[in-house]
């Protein structure tokens, strides 16, 4: 763990470094330094997992957010480059603090980012109180700043430079409170209305300016249920997509689409947010009996859903009875491999037929239609043993003895690669995680070889088993950091090679028999 945090107290430190110091006066420099600093925090939050965000987000809170948004918040501090500077880090601050949010969820939000959602909100109120105190806009004449006190409702005296009430209006308006206080609410729910003491005037502000944005023609559309009694919303319309979805339904979004002619009549009261309209959160929409429809399961999805919604959430396996649930058409051999691309709605067959078949995941009807490839890749020559995906280039490679690398979209072909001596013929293959663009294969002279499709040539080539008879490799299985690559072979003896330096780190005897498969 020591050594998980050096690199990241590192970045850390990195990033405060280009904080200014609190109540310091912005230039140019420092300005952009508040910039840099929340945009590299986002990035590095991206890439830790939920345990190591948790050990430092006090200090990100402390280190990072916090002085960011004095800066921010500041009615006495302006920007050099003015309103657009200020916007620019009001919207790169909520979205890093969304993106937080969205890691720790709504408890934790409540227990570590409370003081930063109520600071950050903390304006739209100093606003609003210099509208209704009659401040208006003044032009610096000297270098002396405008200093005016604002007696704030909590009984706060707030210091205010009158030269920058124009910079602060152009921010803190109903635009912003729309921008930023609905996602805040569809991301943590009531817990928002106990962290930002402010929340009905920043409804109000949304509320504005939505009537502003939105034809007043469109039938209502029901808002957030802790809203619902507030006002009443316009209906954004949903155009029904009938060509995706899953298990017969009409997906929008994460969210299974319930048919429209089972839509509740405008009377009944519903719950969605004016952004997010694809949030619903009426019980009542859930409990009213659904008219049948071409969009909703039957036949045997029905069945199996019927029993698999029964199951224990602990039951570790799938059981589906023998129920047919739907059938892919088209080869005409035995299937030899099978691979589900990258965005799990596409998989892949290679088949004795010499085929490469691409097949879409979407399912339809009720169990017994049967399903035509999407894409037929024909140019190989003999058995297709192996198929996979490059996924950093979205391109697929096959191997009948021979490496095919085609285009996953149009089928074309973009490079192929034949064994130099037809005596050792390419036996196993593999391709490399994202970043890399590397495809490996081993051969009956248990050689590991790797191509780049962008370059002519082999890139490396290594020898795996020189001093003792392994047999043919039958498998190989690369790390997810692409670092090492792992070769069974039919003796069963199994060899972990180093692809940085081209070395073996081990080898060992695994099995009394052909290894056929390994899964790192």
Known sequence: MENLFLPISICLTSVTWWLPAVGAELNSRKEAGLLAAVTLTQKIIIYLSDTTLMDILPKINQDVLLPVLSFLTSTTVGFPNGPQARLALCVKCSNLISLICLRIGREMVQQHLGDALRIFFSNFTVMQE??????????????????????????????????????????????????????????????????VPNHDLIWKLTMVYQETVIPKEIDNQSLPCEYSNRTSVPLYSLEEDTQSGTFGSVMVGNRIQVPKDSQPSPSKSTCRSPVAENFQCDDNTFKQDLQ????????????????????????PHFYFHQIKLQSFIGHSGAIKSVKPLSGEDFFLSGSKDKTVRLWPLYNYGDGTREIEPRLTYTEHKKTVFY???????????????????????????????????????????????????????????????????????????????SNMNAGLIRYLAVSPNGRSVIAGYSSGFIILLDTRTGLVLRGWPAHEGDILQMKV
């Open 292 to 315: 049948r429809s071409a969009h909703g399961l039957c036949g045997n999805w029905l069945a199996y859903w019927q029993y698999e919604i029964g199951v224990s959430q602990q039951e």
């Open 130 to 195: 210099i509208l209704q105190q009659g401040l208006s806009a003044e032009t610096q004449n000297g270098l002396e700043p405008c200093i005016k006190s604002v007696h704030c409702s909590d009984g706060i005296m707030l210091p205010v430079d009158l030269t920058l009430i124009e910079e602060l209006e152009k921010v803190y308006n109903a635009e912003m409170a729309y921008a930023t206080f609905i996602p805040f609410s569809c991301l943590i729910g009531d817990v928002i209305n106990q962290l």
């Open 387 to 465: 198929v996979g995906q490059l996924e950093s280039v979205q391109q697929i490679v096959s191997c009948d003895g021979g490496v095919c690398i085609w285009d996953q979209f149009t089928g074309k072909t973009i490079r192929t690669y034949e064994a130099g001596d037809t005596k050792v013929p390419i036996t196993a293959v593999a391709t490399m995680p994202p970043p890399y663009c590397s495809v490996t294969f081993g051969s009956s002279d248990s050689m590991l070889r790797f191509i780049d499709p962008r370059k002519p040539g082999l890139q490396h080539e290594f020898k795996l088993a």
